[in-house]
């Protein structure tokens, strides 16, 4: 029997799996534990750097996943910007078109009074447009869109302009200012900034959702409106040359419709 004073504590070999009472080195095969354990002890920090490698390596791919969705986000912004594009030569050959109204009655929105003036067709290429949220007119009118038709729907006329809209007018200029396009004061006949009164939800989410080069319909009326018993705005019903605001419409729509360029061609 063993005496009550002597150690019963035994350890195993990690080398041969000598079992033998605790000591300092391996009897069987001279392994010394000591250097043993710090190798191992060593091992395991080693791991430890590669789970953190890990885990930086995934931050790294998340980053690099986020910078190309931004990239592909910002391009898509571009392309939209830049609109559709289409070869060169007139897309829209109607001319707008009016019919006086012989009896008009007016309807109330909001604190506005708007007078209805004359129907109003219109078939146009989408050169700009802008919305707007924050002036007296937004409430009922959310979007300026300008609208070309004639040699103003043909690309090869369109690349050589630059037209934008801004603070409610349309604003216009030639790319190359030594050589603008053919008959360039004349273009301007074939023009409008319509300022588009949606009839409805519907009709106003139609309407806010075009893109530049987008070719439209428009049906309803011109309109004048008065706010508290003066005259605010009024509809230009002329073919003025020239956009300032005075030659704008102010277009009460009432229809919206996208026109399929093969579809109209073919139509025209």
């Known amino acids: 029997m063993l005496n009550s004073h002597e150690s019963t504590d035994t350890l195993t070999c990690p080398k ?5 009472p605790e000591s300092e080195e391996c009897s069987r095969c001279g392994l010394i534990f000591r ?18 490698d890990g885990v930086k390596e995934k931050k790294q791919m998340l980053l690099v996943f986020l910078a190309l969705l931004l990239a592909f986000v910002l391009y898509m912004e571009v392309r939209s910007s830049r609109g559709l594009t289409y070869p060169p030569g007139i897309l829209i050959k109607s001319e707008p078109q009016m019919v006086l109204i012989k009896d008009p009655k007016p309807w109330k929105v909001g604190k506005k009074v708007i007078f209805p003036m004359v129907e109003f067709w219109l078939q ?52 190359d200012q030594d050589h603008p396009p053919p008959s360039y004061a004349s273009l301007w006949e074939y023009v409008k900034n319509v300022h588009t009164l949606p009839a409805s939800g519907d009709i106003k989410k ?38 300032d605001h005075t030659t704008c419409l102010i277009f009460w729509v009432t229809q919206f419709e996208r026109l399929d360029i093969k579809s109209h061609n073919s139509d025209n």
């Open 16 to 20: 041969c799996g000598h079992v033998q």
């Open 35 to 52: 250097k043993h354990q710090a190798g191992f002890a060593g091992d395991l920090g080693a791991g430890r750097i590669v789970i953190y």
């Open 124 to 175: 146009g290429r989408v050169l700009c447009s802008e919305r707007y949220d924050d002036d007296p007119l937004s409430d009922i009118c959310p979007i300026d869109i300008g609208l070309g038709w004639g040699p103003m729907s043909d690309q090869s006329i369109i690349d050589q302009l630059d037209i934008v809209q801004a603070n409610r007018k349309l604003e216009y200029s030639v790319s």
């Open 206 to 243: 139609k309407v806010c959702s075009v893109r530049t080069g987008d070719l439209i319909e428009l049906r309803g009326c011109l309109v004048a409106i008065q706010e508290n018993g003066q005259w605010t705005y009024v509809s230009s019903l002329k073919k003025e040359v020239g956009l």
